[in-house]
Each structure stands twice: as structure tokens, then as C-alpha cells.
């Protein structure tokens, strides 16, 4: 740390002080400083003051998502709910780790795996896993090599791996993102250094998705654009569109030679299905388009903490996939060098193994079920209670952890206000941090600020 001195001008010296220091006490005449009725010349002294090198950083502001747990942890209201982070709760709203997770990670103790490093392009047996599960194993672009698999730190770590593949071998583009999004996209981009712009998503007079304008903004965007599309539950309004709907969503893409880019974050845990929650990637492949994915296994798995996820390249060839991998690791080696280990393994035993994976699919399925159930609980409840004539049926019409409330700023400011619940600025709420005994609390609060704050 830096220092500097400063000059201070004092009216005494230190040997007068040394003199009778019983008898001295400060005053001031005049410009001096006065000890006890005798005054002194001016004497300066200096003092080291510290001034930090770092004094030009400001405080960031807290994160929209993260800030809003942070927020109710300091509450110390007894009625609060935190419905802010996506992340799974049980119906008592505890944390939860899945069976088939507490089972895997036996199987690595029993077989004394060790804590090397890995390859830079991740656990071969989760790269195959995990391409597998998102493409499906008997997928002509799996049996003929045109995938690049690399594992990354989640959809995060994929997501920003990817974006630094595109500013660097297309310096060009711009990424096109939906109208709203996830609250991490525009931060990632914009580290990257990658130009985007925003497509129209959410329609805020029906609480559903504006197609019409979505398409058009599509087919506005420069050739060859980026197009960031949420494969399944869509983050943070919980619209997805039709498969009729995703289909012409490619017509376009294809028409304009756009590069569709998929963040998978949901798979399984939507709709409680895999290959449902796969349809919009596997359409858009088996029309032959080379596309970019980012996985996340922390809904789906419950492993928020593992940092585990991958970014898949399709191509046009093998060769392609070969070259576009080897550029992949190029970028994460001075990034983060290589991934973890555990929570690779993990995916790679519960995927890997028939008995673990059927497991798995009936606890994601249970998952997405108590999800459903609070859903529907929550429409009930505003149903019976309002008697305005407001459809609420777009919450039914949502799918997976998220729903778009269609609150305001300000009404979802009284929401935390009053009600003590905490969710994110923009209306969502968590319907994970939510059970079915505390859906009537919320319907209450939702009531009273759609209806009495404008």
C-alpha cells in the first residue's frame, strides 16, 4: 500500500511539551495552539497518511439474483419467502440432494478415484454422456464425430467459453438475445466483447410470447447473426414456444444462414422428460443447421455447487468438429486451465449406468412434479380469490422452476416490502423456494400488488 506525508502545522514544540507535561493542556489563540497560557511558534510536523493504489474502484452494485438471497437471509422476519435463485427446494423448502447423486459419489469412494488433473477438454466418460443424452446416442452427428464436446465450469463457464470462441473467430457477428433473458447473458457478452442486441420474447399484454415479433427481429438481424435461444423453460418467463412454433423459429434462422446457439439449462427438469426437453435441439439438428449448446447439470442433477456442464459444437463434418475442439481448449487453457473433476464423475456414473440413470429419471420426474403441483396450487388459489375477471391461466401455460407474474418494478418492490417475499425486480418468482402450504400467503401478495400498487 502507498503512502504519502502530510504536513501539520501545531503550535508547540515537543520539548516544551517534554518540559512539564503535568502542566500542559491545549487551547487556541488566534491562529496558534494554546498549552496551558503559554503560546508556542508554529512548528510543523509530518504524518504518514495511507492512501490505497486501488482508490478509482467503486463498489458494484449487488447482484439482481444473487443480491435477492442475500437480502432474505438478512430478514429476520418469521413470514418471508425467497423465491429469487433457481434452485430446487423440497416441500419443507430445504435443500436437496438427489439419491442417485449420494449413490454415485459412493461408487467413487469404493473405487478410490484419484484427484488428478484432467485433459483440458474435460472426463472423457462425461463428454460421451453428455453429448449422448442432449443429441441422443444413436444421432447420425454423434455416430459420425461431428460434435465437439468440451466440459466446462456449467452453463456459466459454456456459455463464456463459447462467447470467447465466437470474438475470436467471428469478430463480425452479433449475438442476438431474447427480450427478457437470463440476467447473466448481456454480462457474459459483454466481457467477451461480443456486440448483441435483443429480439422480442415476451408479450406483457397476454403474459405469453410475442412470435410475431420475434420472428420479425430474427429476420431483421444481419446474416449469419447468433441466435440465443433457451431450449427449454425459458428463463425467466417460463414461455416456450410450440413445436409448431420452433419450427418456423428455424425456417427463419436457416433463411437468413443464422447460427443457432442453444443454453440447455432445464433438461429433464422442465417437463420432467429428457427427450422432451431435447425436442428443440434435436429439431434444429435434424435439419442438418450447425449450432452451438451450452449444458448445465445443476437444476437437473441438484449439483450447483460441482460447476458442471459442457459446450457442444455440431458441424458439418468431423473434421470441422476435430478443428473446432482443439480452438475450444486453445481458449480454456488460459482461462481455467482444466475442469473438476467430481462433479464430472458424478454425471458420468448416473448417465452411464442404466440402473442409476432410470433412477434418475424418476426423481427428475418427481421434481417437475411437486413444480407442477405448486403451479397449479398457486392459479387455484388466484382464481378463487380474484374477482376482477384477470385470467391468471398464463401460469398454468408456464413451464418449469419459473413463473412471470407480470408484476412491475414497483409492485414487486411491495411484494418484498409488505410481504416479505423476495424475488427479482423484473416479476419472476421461483416456484421452487415455494410450497404447497405457504401458496395462498403468495396469492395474497400477488393479489394485493397487481390490484392496489400501480
Known sequence: MASSVAPLALSASAAAIRENPKRIGVGKRGGNLFFKGKAFGRVSLAVAVNVSRFESVTMAPPDPILGVSEAFKADTSDVKLNLGVGAYRTEELQPYVLNVVRKAENLMLERGENKEYLPIEGLAAFNKVTADLLFGANNPVIQQGRVATVQS???????????????????????????????????????????????????????????????????????????????????????????????????????????????????????????????????????????LVAQSYSKNLGLYAERIGAINVVCSSSDAAARVKSQLKRLARPMYSNPPVHGARIVANVVGDPTLFNEW????????????????????????????????????????????????????????????????KDGRISLAGLSLSNCEYLADAIMDSFHNVS
Open 361 to 424: 429419471k424418476q426423481e427428475m420426474e418427481l421434481m417437475a412434479g411437486r413444480i407442477k403441483n405448486v403451479r397449479q396450487r398457486l392459479f387455484d388459489y388466484l382464481s378463487q380469490k380474484d374477482k376482477s375477471g384477470k385470467d391468471w391461466s398464463f401460469i398454468l401455460k408456464q413451464i418449469g422452476m419459473f413463473s412471470f407474474t407480470g408484476l412491475n418494478k414497483a409492485q414487486s418492490d411491495h411484494m418484498t416490502n409488505k410481504w416479505r417475499v423476495y424475488m427479482t
Open 153 to 291: 465450469l456449467s452453463g456459466t463457464g459454456s456459455l463464456r467459453l463459447a462467447a470467447a470462441f465466437i470474438q475470436r473467430y467471428f469478430p463480425d457477428a452479433k449475438v442476438l438475445i431474447s427480450s427478457p433473458t437470463w440476467g447473466n447473458h448481456k454480462n457474459i457478452f459483454n466481457d467477451a466483447r461480443v456486440p448483441w442486441s435483443e429480439y422480442r420474447y415476451y408479450d406483457p399484454r397476454t403474459v405469453g410470447l410475442d412470435f410475431d415479433g420475434m420472428l420479425a427481429d430474427i429476420k431483421a438481424a444481419p446474416d449469419g447473426s447468433f441466435v440465443l435461444l433457451h431450449g427449454c423453460a425459458h428463463n425467466p418467463t417460463g414461455i416456450d414456444p410450440t413445436p409448431e412454433q420452433w419450427n418456423k423459429i428455424a425456417d427463419v434462422i436457416q433463411e437468413k444462414n443464422h447460427i443457432p446457439f442453444f443454453d440447455v439449462a432445464y433438461q429433464g427438469f422442465a417437463s420432467g422428460s429428457l427427450d422432451t426437453d431435447a425436442y428443440s435441439v434435436r429439431l434444429f439438428v435434424e435439419r442438418g443447421l450447425e449450432l
